[in-house]
C-alpha cells in the first residue's frame, strides 16, 4: 500500500476559519488519495523577530520559542500549502516574520530543497492584491521549496473563498499542481532564469526580477515582449547555491567579527538619540 501523503498547511491569517484556513483545506481535499493535513496558524505561535546574530549559521538560534519546531513541521511534511490574506496591499506581517528567523533554514537543505508548495493569496477587494502573493511565493521559494502552483482567491468575507466556484476551481488546480511531476509554468512572461513574474523597471530597457534578483534587458517587437535576464551577482536559488551562500555568510560573519572593533569607534559619536 502506498504511504499516506502528509500536508502541512500553513496559514497566515488571524481568522479562524477564515478564507486562507478554507483554502487550506479545500486544495488538501482534492489532493488525490487521502493525505493526512496538519496546519499551523502562524499568528498563534511565538515567533520572535530575528536578531541579527547569524549564529544560526553554525550553531541554534538563541530564541527559545516556536520557530524551530514548525520549521521542523515543514521538514517532515511531504508537501506544503502556505496561504495568508492581503493586508495593505501586502502580505500579512506574520509570513515575513517567520521567514526573517529562515537563514535557520541553511543547515537543513537537504530537508527543505524541492519540497513541493503552492502559494495562495486571498484578498478583499479588486485588484487589491498588491504584493501579497510575491510574500508567499517568496516564503517557499527562500526556504528552498518548490512552487508548483500560486493563485491569488477574491475572497471579501470569510467564507467568500470557497463560497463561490473561482475558489474551488483555484483549490482543484493547486491541488493537482502540488503532486504533478511537472516543472512549475507560470502563465504569461516569467524570469527565464527562474519562473518569478515581478520585476521592477529601472532605467529605459533595463529589468531586475524580484524573484532571484536576476537582471537583464527587455524588448518589444511587433507586440511581442521579450526578456533577457542573466542570473544574479549572488544566487542562493539552486540547492547548490544556498549551500554556498551559507558558507559566504559565515564568511562575512567571521569578516564582520574581525572588523567589529573598529567598527565601533567609527559609530561612537553617533550615539544615544532620543527614542520614542
Ligand atoms: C487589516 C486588513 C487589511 C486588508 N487589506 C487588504 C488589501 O490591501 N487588499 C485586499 O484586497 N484585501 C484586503 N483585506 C481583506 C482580506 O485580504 C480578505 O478579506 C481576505 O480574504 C482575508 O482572509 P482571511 O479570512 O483568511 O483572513 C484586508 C483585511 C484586513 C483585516
Given amino acids: 500500500m502506498a504511504e499516506m501523503m502528509n500536508l502541512l498547511g ?53 530564541h527559545p520559542d516556536d520557530f524551530t519546531g514548525v520549521l521542523r513541521a515543514i521538514m517532515e511534511a511531504d508537501a506544503v500549502i502556505v496561504a495568508a490574506p492581503a493586508y495593505l496591499r501586502g502580505t500579512h506581517s506574520c509570513i515575513q516574520r517567520f521567514l526573517d528567523r529562515g537563514l535557520q533554514a541553511y543547515r537543513h537543505v537537504d530537508a ?27 516564503f517557499i521559494r527562500q526556504l528552498g521549496l518548490s512552487l508548483k502552483g500560486r493563485a491569488v482567491v477574491r475572497a471579501t468575507f470569510p467564507g467568500d473563498a470557497i463560497v463561490f466556484e473561482e475558489g474551488r476551481t483555484t483549490a482543484r488546480r493547486l491541488a493537482a499542481a502540488l503532486v504533478s511531476t511537472d516543472d512549475y509554468a507560470p502563465e504569461g512572461l516569467s524570469c527565464p532564469e527562474c519562473k518569478g513574474t515581478y520585476f521592477e523597471f529601472r532605467k529605459m530597457g533595463a529589468i531586475y526580477c524580484l524573484s532571484c534578483g536576476g537582471a537583464g534587458t527587455f524588448s518589444a517587437d511587433g507586440g511581442k515582449i521579450g526578456l533577457v535576464i542573466g542570473p544574479p551577482a549572488h544566487s542562493w536559488r539552486k540547492k547548490e547555491d544556498m549551500a554556498s551562500h551559507r558558507k559566504w555568510l559565515i564568511g562575512r560573519r567571521e569578516e564582520f567579527l574581525r572588523r567589529r572593533d573598529r567598527l565601533k569607534d567609527a559609530v561612537k559619536p553617533y550615539l544615544g538619540g532620543e527614542f520614542i
Avoid: F, H, Q, W
Avoid at 476559519?17 to 493535513?37: D, R, W, Y
Avoid at 477587494?125 to 511565493?137: I, K, P, T
Fill in 112 to 138: 527543505l530543497y524541492g519540497k513541493p508548495a503552492v502559494a495562495v493569496a486571498t484578498a478583499g477587494v479588486e485588484d487589491g492584491e498588491g504584493s501579497a502573493l510575491l510574500g508567499v511565493e517568496n
Fill in 10 to 62: 500553513i496559514i497566515g491569517s488571524p481568522r479562524k476559519m477564515g478564507n486562507c484556513e478554507l483554502m487550506v483545506k479545500e486544495i488538501a481535499a482534492a489532493v488525490p488519495g487521502t493525505p493526512k493535513l496538519s496546519m499551523v496558524r502562524l499568528v498563534e505561535k511565538d515567533i520572535r523577530p530575528c536578531k541579527a546574530c547569524y549564529r544560526c549559521l553554525t550553531g541554534d538560534c538563541p
